[in-house]
C-alpha cells in the first residue's frame, strides 16, 4: 500500500509542489495532507487546487507555547493516517516532543551542505565565507537543528557575482530534483544516500 506522506510548508512550496509532482505512476507514496503554519502560503492555495487535503495552523496564537502548537499540529495530521512526513521550507522549529514519535519517519531538505550552515541565511554565510561550492542536503530530522542522518545532497559551483538570490536560486533547482529522489528512496525502505550531481 502507499505511503501516505504530509507536507509541511511555510511558504511558496516550490519544494512541495516538486514531492506533488513525482508521486504518481508506481511511485511508493502519495501525498496526503498539505500543512503550512501560514494561511497565505502560495503552496496552500495550490495544494487545495490539487484536491489535496490541506490544514493551517498559525503559530502566532500559540507565542511562547511551541508545545501547544506542536500539539496542535498532532491533532490535525491524526485523522489522516500519515506515514511520513517532509518539511519542505517550514519556517517553525519542531521541538523533541514532536519530533521523537516521528523520528525515522520525518525529512527535512535544508539549503547547504550539511553539517555547513544549519540554520539561517546559509547562502550569505556560504558567500561571506569564500565558498567554491554550496548545495543542499535532505536529512532525516532529529531533536537537534539541522542534524540528523543525510539522505542525500546536491553540490552547485559558487559563481563570480553571485549574491545570495543567484545562488539561492541555483540551489533550489537542485532542491527540487534532490528531494524527490531521495523521497522515492526513503519510501521505499531504502536508506541509502542520494548523491548528486
Ligand atoms: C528552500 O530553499 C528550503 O531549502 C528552505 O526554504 C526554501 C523553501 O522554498 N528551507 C529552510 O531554509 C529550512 N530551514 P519553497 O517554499 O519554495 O520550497
Given at each position: 500500500m502507499s505511503k501516505r506522506v504530509a507536507i509541511f510548508i511555510s511558504g511558496g512550496g516550490s519544494n512541495m509542489r516538486a514531492l506533488?509532482?513525482?508521486?504518481?505512476?508506481?511511485?511508493?507514496?502519495?501525498?496526503?495532507?498539505?500543512?503550512?503554519?501560514?494561511?497565505?502560503?502560495?503552496?496552500?492555495?495550490?495544494?487545495?487546487?490539487?484536491?489535496?487535503?490541506?490544514?493551517?495552523?498559525?503559530?502566532?496564537?500559540?507565542?511562547?507555547?511551541?508545545?501547544?502548537?506542536?500539539?496542535?499540529?498532532?491533532?490535525?495530521?491524526?485523522?489522516?493516517?500519515?506515514d511520513l512526513i517532509c518539511l519542505a521550507g517550514f519556517m517553525r522549529v519542531l521541538t523533541a516532543g514532536f519530533v521523537t514519535p516521528?523520528?525515522?519517519?520525518?525529512?527535512?531538505?535544508?539549503?547547504?551542505?550539511?553539517?555547513?550552515?544549519?540554520?539561517l541565511d546559509t547562502h550569505?554565510?556560504?558567500?561571506?565565507?569564500?565558498?567554491?561550492?554550496?548545495?543542499?542536503?535532505?536529512?532525516?530530522?532529529?531533536?537537534?537543528?539541522?542534524d540528523g542522518p543525510i539522505l542525500g545532497q546536491a553540490r552547485v559551483p559558487v559563481l563570480p557575482g553571485d549574491t545570495p538570490q543567484t545562488l539561492a536560486a541555483r540551489v533550489l533547482e537542485q532542491e527540487h530534483i534532490l528531494y524527490p529522489a531521495v523521497l522515492r528512496r526513503f519510501a521505499q525502505g531504502d536508506h541509502t544516500q542520494v548523491m548528486l550531481p
Open positions: 506533488v509532482a513525482s508521486m504518481t505512476g508506481e511511485h511508493p507514496a502519495r501525498p496526503a495532507l498539505v500543512i503550512s503554519n501560514n494561511a497565505d502560503a502560495g503552496g496552500i492555495a495550490w495544494a487545495r487546487a490539487q484536491g489535496i487535503a490541506t490544514e493551517v495552523v498559525d503559530h502566532r496564537p500559540f507565542k511562547g507555547d511551541r508545545t501547544a502548537f506542536e500539539s496542535e499540529i498532532a491533532a490535525r495530521l491524526a485523522p489522516h493516517a500519515i516521528w523520528q525515522g519517519r520525518m525529512l527535512n531538505i535544508h539549503p547547504s551542505l550539511l553539517p555547513k550552515y544549519r540554520g550569505a554565510r556560504a558567500l561571506a565565507a569564500g565558498e567554491t561550492e554550496a548545495g543542499c542536503t535532505v536529512h532525516e530530522v532529529t531533536p537537534a537543528l539541522d
